[in-house]
Nanobody, 116 residues
Framework: QVQLVESGGGSVQPGGSLRLSCVASRIIFSIYSMGWYRQPPGKQRELVASITRTGVTNYADSVKGRFTISGDNAKNTVYLQMNSLKPEDTAVYYC??????????WGQGTQVTVSS
């Protein structure tokens, strides 16, 4: 079993920045990707950004140009730099580690609140 430990959530005013971090409890070699999902209040979980083992990134249209994902696959760590935050970014953010199409691990979630 693998635990994903997230940190960096919190409350910030619109226009502010936060950096989320996620680290796996043990190293898994040859993962497919790591990424971040979020679940706004009353809505379904959605992809925010992901990065594959080879460094290919993918972003939701709503965060392009504001969020940057980075990671160290050898250490099974992933980060999400969030700039120019908006109230609609408010959500619980979940770290994801995808080993294959049939095997995912999830973090416990970290709350991000953007409010004045």
């Amino acid at each position: 079993q693998v635990q994903l430990v997230e940190s960096g959530g919190g409350s910030v005013q619109p226009g502010g920045s936060l950096r989320l971090s996620c680290v796996a409890s043990r190293i898994i070699f040859s993962i497919y990707s790591m990424g971040w999902y979020r679940q706004p209040p009353g809505k379904q979980r959605e992809l925010v950004a992901s990065i594959t083992r080879t460094g290919v990134t993918n972003y939701a249209d709503s965060v392009k140009g504001r969020f940057t994902i980075s990671g160290d696959n050898a250490k099974n760590t992933v980060y999400l730099q969030m700039n120019s935050l908006k109230p609609e970014d408010t959500a619980v953010y979940y770290c994801n580690l995808r080993v294959s199409v049939s095997l995912d691990y999830w973090g416990q979630g970290t709350q991000v609140t953007v409010s004045s």
